[in-house]
C-alpha cells in the first residue's frame, strides 16, 4: 500500500523553512504540452531570475538554489507551469537552458542535457563546453563522472520503480555541479526528482562518495518500500555485496541459485541455525542465473575495492545489484535499508488553469518589473549596462 502522504528529505541535517509557506501538491505524469505562448515567457523569466541570481550571489549560489528541491519547485511555479505537473521539472530546466543559451560565458552557468535522448548526450554536451572554456580532460572526466554515477545510483542503488527518463548537469567555471533528473512510475503515474549538489559529496577512497546519501532532496508524492543502498544502515551490505564480486563469485552464485529453489508460494524461508536469526522471509526474487553468472564474473576481473567501485563496472544492473544485496542479508545478515528517502514539495499556479489560470497581462508585469530592477539596481554604470545588454540581446 502506497503512503500518498506528501514529504521532504533533505540527507544528513534537520532543516527549518522560516521564510517560505509550504503547502501540498500532487506530482502525477502529464503528457501534455507547454503552449508556445507560455514557454516563450517562462524563457524569458528565468532567463531573468538566473540574472538576478548570478549579479547578486553568483554562480555557485544560484547551483546551491536549483538543488534545494524545495526553491526549484517554487523557480518552476513562478514561472507558471502546472504547480502538480511531472512537467514542472522538465519544461522548467527546458527553459533555463534556452534562456541561458549565449550567455553560459558571461554568467558562468552551463546547462547539459534534458530530456529523453537528450540526456543521454548530457556527457557530449560537458567535453564540448569544457573544450570550450580550455580544461584540461582530467577536469572534464570528472563532470562526466558525476552525470554517470548520479544517474547510475538513482536507477541502480536506490531502486525505487522509478525510471530515469530526464537528466541535467549544470555546472559553473570552478567546476561546481548540480544534477536534477527524474523518474517515471508508469503504475502509480507519478514522477520523482533527484536533486544533487557536488559540495554535499562526502570523501572516500580519494573520491567523491556518490552511494551514501549524496542527495541534497529527493521530491516526489508518494512513498514507496525501496531497496535503498544509499542509505547509511545499507553500508554494511554494501561492503559485503562488494566483497562477494571481488573474492567469490562462484560462492555468490551457489547461494543465489539456493535462495531461489527454496520457494514455498509468494515468500522464501531460509533455515540459517548458525546466525542470530533461524529463519527470514523475503519477497520472491526472480534471477537470470545465466547472465548473472556472466555479468558476476567479468565484474570479479575488475576486482572493485569498494560499492562504488562495482556501480561503476558496465553491465552492473539493478538485477546484479539486488541479488548481491540480498545474499548479503540472507547469508550473512547485512540487513540494507528499505526506507524511502523521497520528501515532496508545494507549489501555486499552472498552465491547465488550477489552482487559476495564469495570468498573461500579470506575466507580462512581472517581466516589465525583473527589468526595472536591473535598470534601478545599485550596481556600478558599466556593469548595468552590460546586464541591460546581455537582457535586451535576448528579449
Known amino acids: 500500500m502506497l503512503d500518498q502522504r506528501p514529504f521532504f528529505y533533505f540527507p544528513g541535517q534537520e532543516r527549518i523553512i522560516e521564510v517560505m509557506r509550504t503547502g501540498i501538491a500532487y506530482f502525477p505524469l502529464d503528457y501534455g504540452q507547454c503552449p508556445r505562448w507560455l514557454f516563450e515567457r517562462m524563457t524569458r523569466l528565468a532567463r531573468l531570475i538566473s540574472l538576478a541570481v548570478v549579479e547578486e550571489f553568483g554562480p555557485e549560489e544560484f547551483l546551491k538554489r536549483l538543488a534545494d528541491p524545495i526553491w526549484f519547485q517554487s523557480f518552476g511555479c513562478v514561472s507558471g507551469f502546472d504547480w502538480n505537473s511531472s512537467g514542472l521539472t522538465t519544461t522548467t530546466l527546458g527553459a533555463l537552458k534556452m534562456g541561458v543559451a549565449g550567455l553560459e560565458n558571461e554568467l558562468g552557468i552551463f546547462v547539459c542535457g534534458g530530456k529523453g535522448k537528450t540526456s543521454k548526450k548530457t556527457p557530449q554536451n560537458i567535453e564540448d563546453w569544457g573544450q570550450f572554456l580550455g580544461w584540461p580532460m582530467k577536469k572534464i572526466d570528472h563532470l562526466v563522472e558525476a552525470s554517470k554515477m548520479s544517474a547510475k545510483v538513482d536507477n541502480t542503488a536506490l531502486q525505487d520503480g522509478f525510471q530515469l527518463y530526464h537528466h541535467n548537469l549544470i555546472f559553473s567555471k570552478k567546476g561546481t555541479w ?16 533527484y536533486h544533487w549538489l557536488s559540495s554535499n559529496l562526502g570523501q572516500r577512497a580519494g573520491q567523491e562518495d556518490f552511494v551514501e546519501e549524496p542527495h541534497s532532496g529527493i521530491a516526489s508524492q508518494i512513498k514507496v518500500k525501496p531497496l535503498n543502498l544509499t542509505a547509511k544502515q545499507s553500508r554494511n551490505n554494501r561492503q559485503i555485496s562488494s566483497q562477494l564480486v571481488k573474492e567469490g563469485p562462484k560462492t555468490f552464485l551457489k547461494d543465489i541459485d539456493l535462495i531461489q529453489k527454496r520457494k514455498e508460494g509468494q515468500l522464501t524461508l531460509m533455515e540459517l541455525p548458525n546466525l542470530e536469526f533461524h529463519h527470514h522471509a523475503v519477497e520472491e526474487e526472480k534471477f537470470d542465473l545465466k547472465r548473472l553468472q556472466k555479468t558476476v564474473f567479468l565484474a570479479h576481473q575488475c576486482q572493485p575495492e569498494n560499492f562504488g567501485q562495482l556501480l561503476r563496472i558496465k553491465g552492473v544492473g539493478p ?6 544485496s540480498l545474499v ?3 547469508i550473512y545478515g547485512a540487513r540494507p535499508s528499505y526506507d524511502d528517502p523521497a520528501r515532496y514539495s508545494f507549489a501555486h499556479g499552472g498552465k491547465d488553469g488550477t489552482p487559476f489560470p495564469v495570468d498573461r497581462k500579470s506575466y507580462d508585469r512581472t517581466l516589465a518589473v525583473m527589468e526595472k530592477a536591473i535598470k534601478k539596481s545599485k550596481i556600478r554604470y558599466h556593469e548595468k549596462s552590460a546586464a541591460l545588454q546581455r537582457l535586451n540581446k535576448f528579449t
Open 178 to 193: 548540480t544534477v536534477i533528473q527524474q523518474g517515471m512510475n508508469v503504475q502509480a503515474k507519478k514522477a520523482r526528482r
Open 328 to 330: 548479503a542479508e540472507l
Open 319 to 324: 538485477r546484479t545489484i539486488r541479488a548481491l
